[in-house]
């Protein structure tokens, strides 16, 4: 850190690499105290970006990022678990087969005062499936049938397949920030200003002053009355970088106290040799992928050339010749690794299946294979592929990573690649207008379960409105969520990932590692699985 003696109080902390995740900084406090109420201040920096505030209008990790920081959930994860607990509930639990009752504690209010119960709750969630937006989060809500609010304090979610095994993580997913039905629309888009203004806000912060993807100001909020805890630090300010090589230098000028998504692997492994600061690696869930648009790829079904055997050897070419291990070393230094399935290593139920079903059998790429898939099918090379990706929302990396990808794909002149980039406010909404027959895109789960990485991609309604649907996937996919018998549940999540990866709906290629970078005396740093940073827990 170079200028360390401009503030030699400074903590310095980094989070970069491939999941949003709990930090928690404790010690070298300044004045302040971190049970919480303290009097010092943080300055945050991102790269990221948000779609919109109100939840149900993104369903993105900029977006979600945010509203962990100022609305309620009925339960979350406390630091250091991925497990979830009652947030602003008093109790959460199956009172019947198909009936999960919430006991809200008493008392509860929004920061402009208003009351928030039962009622409160109802209308956070019927207006999600109500309002349904093409970049919403609604999909996680599939099982919901219907709200009750019995009393001020007591909700009823009558659920459609009984004993779902991960409602009570959903109930802490970007589908699930309790809103102020004073403050929201019932059925359309809430804009930023009008909740900021509203102060429509009872988690750990409240914002204080708001410049869309400028500069964002947070005080805590001292009625907040959650699993999380009083807020560490009174004050916090969050500063967005249109790229990472200027958040970089902030962090090593001391210009800021935490900096996190995304740091390019580069900057991580030149911070490693920084004798200010440590490096800490843990496991990660996220994934990149490509998606392919069923309607608009090569051959899909509204081109001209429209051939459903076509278009299904054009994906499966495209998953010959990726070389994920290259991309890994090359483009990310190994804070990506090599990833052959739907749901990443190190959960239930993971497989390799496209490790066996493409390229060289062995994980590696195959341009014979790539050349005899399209040759059975009887389409013609070079096949011209429209491909998409976005620079600023998965880190400055992007850009190296696809054209890399390009020239995987035009080996032996198998593709020829028209490679296109998008700023992520636009390419958010284009994607889901069929703008990309194959795009970029990555994905920061909700919670750590397999069935994250499945429901969402490929359950009807699935959130990629990519035109992909299968009846019997779905049917497993509702089965396996409420599957009493472990063993049994796993087995369909491996059946699942191999019918899927024969229709290719997503080429998944890459699962990334979470990274922290903090200062030398900063202590109490935890990696957990929550997959959410939450600014509660940071302190001086």
Not at 105 to 114: I, P, R, V
Not at 141 to 148: K, P, Q, T
Not at 193 to 201: H, L, P, R, S, Y
Request: aromatic content about 10%; some cysteine; charged content about 20%.
């Amino acid at each position: 850190m170079t200028s360390a003696s401009k503030n030699s109080k400074r903590i310095l902390a980094v989070v970069a690499g491939s999941a949003a995740f709990a930090l928690a900084l404790t010690g070298c406090q300044a004045g302040g105290d971190s049970s919480g109420g303290g009097s010092e201040s943080l300055i945050v920096g991102t790269t990221d970006k948000v779609t919109f505030l109100d939840p149900a209008g993104s369903y993105d990790n900029g977006s979600f990022a945010l509203m962990n920081q100022v609305f309620p959930f009925l339960l979350n994860s406390p630091l250091g678990t991925s497990d979830v607990e009652p947030d602003i509930a008093e109790s959460a639990e199956y009172t019947s087969e198909d009936e999960y009752t919430v006991v809200l504690k008493s008392g509860l209010k929004f920061a402009n005062g208003n009351d928030l119960t039962s009622s409160d709750v109802k209308f956070s969630f019927d207006r999600q499936v109500a309002i349904n937006d093409e970049n919403g989060p609604s999909v996680l809500l599939g099982n919901i049938d219907s709200v009750d609010a019995v009393d001020d304090t007591t909700v009823v979610f009558n659920l459609k397949n009984g004993n779902d095994q991960t409602f009570a993580q959903i109930l802490s997913s970007p589908a699930a920030p309790i809103v102020d039905e004073e403050v929201f629309s019932a059925d359309s888009i809430t804009p930023d200003d009008e909740i900021v203004d509203g102060m429509a806000f009872a988690g750990q912060y409240v914002i204080d002053s708001y410049d869309f993807n400028n500069i964002v100001s947070f005080k805590a909020n001292p009625d907040y009355q959650g699993v999380l805890g009083a807020a560490a630090t009174d004050s916090i300010t969050l500063k967005y970088y249109t790229d990472a090589s200027n958040l970089k230098l902030d962090v090593q000028e001391g210009n800021i106290d935490v900096a996190h998504r995304s740091l390019s692997a580069t900057d991580v492994a030149d911070l490693e040799g920084n004798d200010n600061v440590n490096v800490i690696v843990g496991p990660g869930g996220e994934i990149r992928y490509i998606v392919f648009n069923f309607d608009t790829q090569p051959f899909g079904a509204k081109t001209p050339e429209a051939d459903e055997a076509k278009s299904l050897a054009v994906r499966g070419a495209v998953a010959d010749l990726l070389d994920r291990q290259e991309i890994s070393d090359q483009v990310y230094k190994g804070t990506y690794l090599p990833l052959y399935s739907y749901v990443p290593d190190g959960l239930t139920g993971a497989t390799q299946v496209l490790k066996d079903l493409y390229g060289d059998g062995e994980g590696g790429p195959s341009v014979d294979a790539a050349q005899q898939r399209l040759a059975d099918a009887g389409v013609e090379t070079p096949v011209k592929l429209n491909l998409q990706y976005n620079p600023d929302h998965y880190g400055e990396s992007s850009g190296d990573e696809y054209a890399l990808v390009k020239s995987q794909l035009e080996a032996e002149g198998i593709f020829e690649v028209n490679l296109q980039s998008t700023e992520w406010v636009t390419y958010a909404k284009e994607r889901t207008a069929d703008a990309y027959p194959a795009y970029q895109l990555g994905w920061f789960p909700d919670y750590s379960d397999a069935d994250n990485y499945l429901t969402p991609f490929f359950g009807d309604g699935n959130f990629l409105g990519n035109h992909y649907a299968d009846a019997e996937v779905n049917d497993l996919i509702v089965a396996q969520a409420t599957e009493l018998d472990p063993a049994t549940r796993e087995g369909m999540i491996e059946d699942i990932q191999a019918k899927v990866a024969a229709e290719l709906s997503t080429v998944p290629f890459l699962q990334g590692a979470q990274i922290a970078v903090t200062g030398k005396d900063v202590t109490g740093a935890t990696l957990d699985g929550s997959f959410k940073f939450r600014y509660g827990s940071l302190a001086k």
